[in-house]
């Protein structure tokens, strides 16, 4: 019927809510060029990523590791975007911090876990990389 009722009597005039579901972003394979020509085939690195974001709150961040490239839930040691009690942000993030390790794909990954029903709404992805000249 739309309406919902508040724990223990409380009222409120402005209400987030919402389903979970697992939502995963993942960006095509990075082109950052290299010494030599294109970074496509060549090992690269992610040490860092700027996230542009728009009234969100959540999330958490990573890539895959080599041998996970098609396993969806692979987040490599996966960080939390935000802590839950910030409320809704709007610009962009502080540096997110990588883990270590090269690969041949170079993606990010961004993820709004089912257990985390809020908004995180991606408007640019700045990556930070080192590409490997062969």
Sequence with gaps: NGSITLP?????TNILLGFGYDSLAE???IE???????????LKRITGAVL?????????YGTRSAEDIADDNALERPQSLFDAGEGLFT??????????????????IIRQPADMPLPLNIVAIMPQLITQDR
């Design 27 to 29: 960006t095509p394979r």
């Design 8 to 12: 223990d009597g409380q009222t409120a």
């Design 91 to 108: 610009g962009d993030t502080a540096v997110l911090k990588f883990p270590s390790g090269y690969n041949q794909s170079g993606t990010v």
């Design 32 to 42: 950052a060029g290299a010494a030599d020509g294109t970074a496509q085939g060549k």
């Design 52 to 60: 542009r974001l728009w009234q969100s709150l959540g999330g958490e």
